[in-house]
């Protein structure tokens, strides 16, 4: 460096070029995030609420559709229920489906299986948005505090070269630091309480999934239990055996 400038593949290119390469390098970095961020947002909503049936009523005529046929003994009948057009996109329909093609496991195993299958083919997905929501929350502010650094580099750098600086030479820097740290902090403010949000809606569906698919296994134990004879299980290692 000298003179303020740097020599790049025998082209001179001024400090302060570098400096706006670099400003600009961070507002795209801190754009980007942003826009990914909220399409990850927007796909984690539109996931669960996919996943989930539409209303208490729907979910309700769904474990009655499937018990009809369950108790006459109709498990092909009940895995084209589980198709259906309004039920088929539902973790519950197709948890319930997984549990019938596999239902001569026996209960025990078959619940483990569903737990992994749900894990692998719902949970994992979520995981992957929800963790790169939580990485524009943290990366946005720090990659505001970069700009502040860089900042503060350029408009001392400019005290410190010059006998008289002019103010209006300090702006550019002197903005880019403030305006990286704004924005940093106005993208990740609204993102932390989207997480929030998102974090109390998958605790809710988590449940509701958890407890559409206990009441469709009692429903199936039944249906089981009287194929082998009309007797109820009177423990687990009896349904295994099924």
């Keep these: 460096m000298n003179s303020g400038y740097i020599l790049l593949a025998a082209t001179p290119i001024s400090y302060d070029t570098v400096m706006d390469w670099l400003g ?9 995030l942003a826009i990914w961020g909220l399409f990850c947002v927007v796909m984690l909503l539109t996931r669960m609420k ?19 046929a369950l108790h006459q003994g ?11 057009p309004a039920y088929w996109k539902t973790a519950v329909a197709q948890l319930a489906r997984f549990a ?30 929800t963790s790169w929501i939580q990485t524009v929350i943290r990366a946005e502010p720090m990659l505001g505090l970069l ?7 350029g408009a001392f750098g400019k005290i410190a070269g010059a006998e008289r600086v002019n103010p ?5 820097d002197i903005s880019l630091a403030l305006l990286t740290t704004a924005i940093g902090l106005a993208v990740a403010t609204p993102f932390l309480v989207a997480m929030n949000f998102i974090v109390s809606r998958r605790r809710s569906f988590e449940d509701t999934v958890r407890e559409g698919v206990t009441i469709f296994l009692e429903t199936l134990e039944q249906a089981l239990a009287r194929l082998r004879g009309g007797q109820a ?7 295994a055996r099924v």
């Excluded at 109709?74 to 198709?83: G, R, S, V, W, Y």
């Design 50 to 68: 996919g996943l989930m049936f539409r209303s208490q009523e729907q979910e309700q005529a769904f474990q009655q559709e499937i018990a009809q």
């Design 74 to 84: 109709a498990f092909e009948e009940a895995e084209q229920i589980c198709l259906q």
């Design 233 to 239: 299980p009177a423990a687990p290692h009896e349904v």
């Design 100 to 129: 019938i093609e596999n239902r001569m496991q026996g209960l025990r195993k078959l619940r483990m299986a569903i737990v992994e299958k749900f894990q692998r083919d719902v949970l994992d997905d979520l995981d992957n948005r």
């Design 24 to 32: 600009w390098a961070i507002y795209a970095a801190q754009a980007v």
């Design 147 to 153: 700009g502040t650094v860089l900042g503060m580099i």
């Design 168 to 172: 209006q030479d300090l702006a550019g």
